[in-house]
């Protein structure tokens, strides 16, 4: 049921228009939560452009993600920053994972997995398991298009 029908049937009531256009549906509990959820993934994002290490796109989707459920204003605009929204565009649209974001994803899981080999594990056990739990999203990751098509 559309905002609008829950306005005019009582249920739901939003002091002005500007509110309702930005509410999209997630609970009056769970919103501010989404909004704060949103917030840190847009400062760790921001954040990881500085830090080697540290992702900024996965960051970025789980803002876009939040905002989608509780601000059509904060979507929109991190949707379409010059910046920070074309690799969510192209992600969306196309379901593009950058090379270099393949090269780095997947060499951080391998560096990973060696760290736990050579300084962690005394048997094959552990190794297996992570080895195990890392090798789908790495199969996902490669099978993306790197460039829109």
């Not at 704060?36 to 900024?56: A, H, K, M, R």
């Not at 080895?131 to 789908?136: E, F, H, I, T, V």
Request: glycine fraction near 8%; hydrophobic fraction near 50%.
């Amino acid at each position: 049921m559309s905002i609008q029908a829950h306005r005019e049937y009582g249920r739901f009531h939003m002091p002005d228009q500007r509110n309702a256009e930005e509410f999209t549906g997630s609970s009056r509990l769970a919103r501010p939560w989404l909004l704060l959820l949103g917030w840190v993934c847009v400062g760790l994002g921001f954040v990881g452009i500085f830090v080697p290490g540290l992702p900024t796109t996965p960051f970025l989707l789980v803002a876009l993600w939040a905002f989608s459920k509780t601000s059509k204003r904060f979507h929109d605009w991190l949707y379409n920053h010059p910046r920070l929204g074309p690799p969510l565009r192209n992600w969306r649209e196309h379901g593009v994972i950058p090379v270099r974001g393949k090269v780095f994803a997947i060499a951080t899981m391998a560096v990973s997995l060696f760290v736990i080999i050579v300084f962690i594990a005394s048997d094959w056990v552990l190794p297996a398991i992570v080895g195990a739990c890392l090798l789908p999203p790495a199969i996902f990751i490669l099978t993306r298009p790197s460039e829109p098509r």
